[in-house]
């Protein structure tokens, strides 16, 4: 029987955002808060890793945000690219 009740405040945007995303995987929030307590428990800890990025990838993710960067057609024009 579920009668227990979890509370968070987030920002009104996340929020909207996160349950447009689980309406469209036809979750509730209940459903998606279960799921992600139930992954608590089988990962005794957050179901992923948590890190603070080091310098040279807080770098990659800057220079992707700002559109540089390569972009391939496919693995073999990586693979070619990378020499392997």
């Known amino acids: 029987m579920k009668t227990a ?3 968070a405040r987030i920002q009104p945007e996340i929020k909207e ?5 689980l309406h469209d995987l036809g979750l509730s929030v209940s459903g998606a808060f279960e799921i992600f307590y139930r992954q608590i428990i089988l990962n005794n800890g957050l ?8 310098e040279v990838t807080r770098k ?3 220079a992707s945000l700002d559109g540089e960067g390569k972009a391939f057609n496919s693995a073999d024009e990586l693979f070619e690219d990378l020499g392997i």
């Not at 179901?47 to 080091?54: A, E, H, K, L, M």
């Open 5 to 7: 009740t979890a509370r």
């Open 17 to 21: 955002r996160a349950e447009n995303i």
């Open 60 to 62: 990659a993710m800057k």
């Open 47 to 54: 179901p992923f890793d948590v890190q603070i990025p080091n």
